[in-house]
């Protein structure tokens, strides 16, 4: 069984950092491209960023600079680094895991910046 498990999320101040985590279970996770997408209330889904599994990276333009997509494969783990958050970045953010027509959704973890 296939499982995507993200942590990491919460409530947090503008100008301040969160760490996200998603940890997959039931695939062979080195050969997988990991991305993270997020959904703000009332807003489509949105690409945030995606690592290959040859860890080339790429990150959407607005996030570009505050956010860093990393993957531990010894750990089974995809991570994404949030800066310099704002209101704007709050959402729930989904792992999503790709190798060629399997694919895979964790069930979100909540951002929220508020003051």
């Known amino acids: 069984q296939v499982q995507l498990v993200e942590s990491g999320g919460g409530l947090v101040q503008p100008g301040g950092s969160l760490r996200l985590s998603c940890a997959a279970s039931?695939?062979?996770?080195?050969?997988?491209?990991m991305n993270w997408y997020r959904q703000a209330p009332g807003k489509q889904r949105e690409l945030v960023a995606v690592?290959?599994?040859?860890?080339?990276?790429n990150v959407a333009d607005s996030v570009k600079g505050r956010f860093t997509i990393s993957r531990d494969n010894a750990k089974n783990t995809v991570f994404l680094q949030m800066n310099t958050l704002s209101s704007e970045d709050t959402a729930v953010y989904y792992c999503?895991?790709?190798?060629?027509?399997?694919?895979?959704w964790g069930q979100g973890t909540q951002v929220t910046v508020s003051s």
């Open positions: 999503y895991a790709a190798y060629r027509r399997l694919n895979y």
């Open positions: 039931g695939i062979v996770f080195s050969i997988y491209q």
């Open positions: 690592i290959a599994s040859s860890g080339n990276t």
